[in-house]
Nanobody, 122 residues
Framework: QVQLIESGGGLVQAGHSLRLSCVAS????????MGWFRQAPGKEREFVAR???????DYTNPVRGRFTISRDNAKNTVYLQMNSLKYEDTAVYYC????????????????WGQGTQVTVSS
């Protein structure tokens, strides 16, 4: 069973940066596609970014150019660097692992972390 633990969330002013981390345990991290999702109050969980086992990344349009996903297989960790944060980025951010392609749908992911809160003040 894979466990994912996110960290790095917090309260930040608009225009500033945060870096989220997600540490995985209990599986072969290098073989998983990894994703970041977010869920704002009253809204459905949505895709933010993904990185496959080869290091290829993809982003949802609202964060493209501001967020960067990366992975360190030696540390079993995936990161989400978030720059130029906006008020609308406020949400609980979730890390997820996929044993398959790890595309955008939440159903593509097999394991989920508990989430970390990101609050951006305007």
């Amino acid at each position: 069973q894979v466990q994912l633990i996110e960290s790095g969330g917090g309260l930040v002013q608009a225009g500033h940066s945060l870096r989220l981390s997600c540490v995985a345990s209990g599986g072969t991290f290098s073989t998983y596609a990894m994703g970041w999702f977010r869920q704002a109050p009253g809204k459905e969980r949505e895709f933010v970014a993904r990185i496959n086992r080869y290091g290829n990344a993809d982003y949802t349009n609202p964060v493209r150019g501001r967020f960067t996903i990366s992975r360190d297989n030696a540390k079993n960790t995936v990161y989400l660097q978030m720059n130029s944060l906006k008020y609308e980025d406020t949400a609980v951010y979730y890390c997820a692992a996929s044993r398959s392609l790890g595309l955008m749908p939440t159903s593509d992911y097999d394991y989920w972390g508990q989430g970390t809160q990101v609050t951006v003040s305007s």
